[in-house]
């Protein structure tokens, strides 16, 4: 099985976070530069990830140049990528080039309510789990979510809290209803990875799994990498909708 190397242990590893950007969205275009609260959407990122104590630095990385005018202009740091990225952990490949970090925070762009605590708690499960390439949150889900909602991905973890394996479907299936004790975990979309492990992990062919889910992460797991998972409590969710902008915006007025 692969393993990466961990230089764990007595010092304490530089930890950044780096939120990749890219303008445009089907269901909501230019979300990350809307602004009707006096600030972007992407600044209320930015920010709330900057709340985490456990972060050294925040970072955007993105490939346009309205965004990164955006970014300098409030005061963060961007660096500019290839604008042929599938998806943001690519582009995140890239931009770890030009930064001095062992430990890397993959925070969505279109989370400006993320849970410092979650990212913190991602954090140490990897720093813990020396034998773990990357790491990410689970949480139970919230009276009013559908544990069978395909939009809502779900997670099953092993006793030692890594990933066994991640879903749209509803798992795991309670066959004898009234006598389950391994209750549905919602996947919080936040991973945190060591540095070596993104060099790796854009030479890996994409995985069947993969490809028939739609989740990125199931080719760390099909290709042998050990994902660490943390528990935690997640109430807030990324904005996909003008509406769910809207609702934004009525809480931070």
Known sequence: MPKIASNAASTP???????????NSLRFPGKLLA????????????ERAAQCSRIQETIIATDNELIRSTVVGFGARCIMTRSDHPNGT????????????????????????????LI???????ENDVGASLSTVVSPFLPHEDPANPNIVKCVIGLNNR?????????PCVRDQGHSRAE???????????????RIFQTLTPTPLEETEQLEQLRALEH???????HGVARSHGIDTPEQYAAFVKRHR
């Open 13 to 23: 590893l530089r930890v950044v976070a780096i939120i990749p950007a890219r303008l």
């Open 35 to 46: 602004n009707e609260t006096g600030k972007t959407l992407l600044q209320h990122v930015w």
């Open 90 to 117: 690519s582009r995140i490949c890239e931009a770890v080039a030009d930064i001095d970090a062992q430990i890397i925070v993959n925070v969505q762009g279109d989370e400006p309510e993320i849970e410092p605590e």
């Open 120 to 126: 913190s708690a991602a954090i140490v499960a990897l």
């Open 163 to 171: 990933a066994l394996y991640f879903s749209r479907a509803l798992i």
């Open 184 to 198: 549905p975990r919602k996947h919080v979309g936040l991973y945190v990875y060591r540095r070596e492990f993104l």
């Open 224 to 230: 042998g990498y050990a994902i660490a998972v943390a």
